[in-house]
């Protein structure tokens, strides 16, 4: 049943959808190593939104509002995914446990309500922080 509070793009049938970037949010994919860090880093401050884990390529993706992704210049290794790429977004009950090795993606930090968006530039201070500074 699908509730008002959540965005009309997030499945609600269990099964991951392969949604496009650009329309409703842009994607900032981080190494799982960083963005673990990163992620307990904004948790405490609660600035982050739903984080998607894709554990079968290590690594995280952050939503952000459309547009946003390429506005800034990110650290190496942190790939800001926008129009003319698409991202596999979990049902939004597929929240948190054990990975069962099917390859496929889960929210990893909180079960998403609202618009699911972080701020793109609340992620980017928090990644420059983590990867040293260096934003090119």
């Given at each position: ?17 392969i949604?496009p ?21 904004l ?13 079968a ?14 506005d ?29 090795g ?35």
């Open positions: 049943m699908r509730t008002s509070l959540l965005p009309a793009w997030l499945p609600f049938d269990g099964r991951v959808r949604r970037l650009g329309e409703e949010f842009d994607a900032v994919r981080v190494p799982l190593s960083q963005g673990l860090y990163v992620l307990n880093r948790r405490l401050t609660g600035l982050s939104g739903p984080v998607i884990e894709d554990q390529h290590g690594v995280l993706y952050w939503l952000v509002p459309p547009g946003s992704a390429n800034r210049g990110w650290p190496p290794g942190v790939v800001p995914l926008g129009r003319g790429y698409s991202l596999a977004v979990p049902a939004a009950d597929r929240v948190g446990g054990p990975w069962v099917d390859g496929e993606v889960r929210w990893l930090s909180l079960r998403p309500t609202g618009h699911c968006l972080t701020d793109p530039v609340v992620l980017h201070g928090a990644l420059a922080r983590v990867f040293g500074g260096r934003c090119g």
